[in-house]
């Protein structure tokens, strides 16, 4: 007799497209703490990924090793290879500043600078050299909030600070900001976590429209918002890949027991 459902899944995913990032082998290690262990996984381009697990597995270490944001942590230090549409981003001559460029990221909490509506999304562009007059800043940063969906609550206000806006606004800015600079991938660190209901809601539907242009990892807690969001997840304990696979499977018949341990409230 087959296993029932654990949790509601999402629609079945389509079938998986070729991958836009390949990790083979990640380490990670704080000093002398191991977080990752020869963690192997592929991102499928325009699909969203979810990683869950229990908190302290690797989830967020991982993640931010596809950006090389671990390279600005004092003592971090990370082992294996990651390709990017077949290009290795863990040589010591790739540029992880223009690497960020390509490679987005949005975290748990909602980070605008103390600067207005309009400066937040137009500072990468800016620094970044991708416009060549304000007219052209103006399209980047409409595009952007657009995008975001949050240019119609904002169009009249762009003088605004972005502090002064609504938690889950000042997210959506910061989806704004990190989509400015034209990526290709977008790391997501629980970007709803620090939100209510409403807002929450708002973010899981503008992942779903995002990643029709773009390729999306996100970190979540919650088995109900991968779900609703993924395509794909991939479950880490312990700093190792447990197993991954189409979100419906994982969530309604994984293969391991500690995947099944986890989605049901055994461990976490």
């Not at 991102?43 to 597995?57: D, K, M, Y």
């Not at 967020?60 to 082992?79: E, H, K, Q, S, Y």
């Not at 904002?154 to 605004?160: M, P």
């Amino acid at each position: 007799m087959p296993r029932p459902s654990l949790i509601h899944p999402a629609p079945a995913a389509d079938p998986r497209p070729p991958a836009k990032i390949s990790a083979q082998g990640v380490s990670a290690w704080y000093g002398a703490v191991r977080a990752l262990e020869d963690v192997s996984l592929e991102i499928p381009v325009n699909r969203v990924t979810a990683l869950i697990g229990p908190s302290g597995c690797g989830k967020t270490t991982f993640l931010r090793c596809l950006n090389r944001m671990n390279d600005t942590i004092p003592g971090a230090r990370v082992a294996g290879t990651i390709w990017l549409d077949g290009a290795d981003i863990t040589r010591p001559e790739v540029d992880a500043a223009e690497l960020r460029t390509r490679v987005g990221m949005v975290f748990q909490k909602p980070n605008p600078f103390p600067k207005s509506i309009f400066d937040n999304v137009a500072y990468g562009p800016r620094i970044h050299g991708l416009a060549r007059s304000r007219a052209e800043l103006g399209v980047i940063v409409e595009s952007a909030l657009r995008h975001a969906g949050l240019w119609d609550e904002v169009k009249d206000r762009l003088v605004t600070l972005g502090t002064a806006l609504s938690g889950g606004q000042q997210q959506r800015l910061c989806i704004a900001r990190a989509i400015a600079t034209q990526p290709e991938v977008l790391l997501m660190d629980e970007p709803a976590a620090a939100l209510d209901p409403i807002a929450t809601s708002l973010i899981e539907a503008l992942i779903d429209t995002l990643r029709e242009s773009y390729t999306i990892v996100v970190v979540t807690h919650s088995m109900q918002q991968a779900a609703r969001i993924s395509q794909r997840t991939a479950f880490l304990e312990r700093g190792r890949l447990v197993e991954e696979g189409p979100t419906t499977e994982i969530l309604s018949t994984p293969r391991e027991k500690q995947t099944e341990d986890y989605i049901t409230g055994k461990i976490g």
